[in-house]
Nanobody, 113 residues
């Protein structure tokens, strides 16, 4: 599966962004989908994950602020990010997992005044 992220950009602290991840082909419903982020010099970390059944988990640092959702009919996964903080600045990557991992190329999110 090929993944393309969009929706990143520059936002002020306290602002919101909505990331989208469009998947090629069909059958997205069987995949566990996730959003990860990475800053230079650090390992890529899990932000949020949603299973094929719709069960979501979040990193402690984003709980209550971020929401992951999926629209299987549109082969798209979303990450709604609210109350953004400067420490949320990173490249955000979409991941699809079913027996193996597929990754998008990432979208930059910068939170700065």
């Amino acid at each position: 599966v090929q993944l393309v992220e969009s929706g990143g950009g520059l936002v002020q602290p306290g602002g919101s962004l909505r990331l989208s991840c469009a998947a090629s082909g069909s059958g997205l419903s069987i995949y566990t989908m996730g959003w990860y982020r990475q800053v230079p010099g650090n390992e890529r970390e899990l932000v949020a994950r949603i299973t094929s059944g719709g069960s979501a988990t979040y990193a402690d640092s984003v709980k209550g602020r971020f929401t992951i959702s999926r629209d299987n009919a549109k082969n798209t996964v979303y990450l709604e990010m609210n109350s953004l903080k400067p420490e949320d600045t990173a490249v955000y990557y979409c991941n699809a997992r079913f027996l193996s991992d597929s990754w998008g190329k990432g979208t930059q999110v910068t939170v700065s005044s």
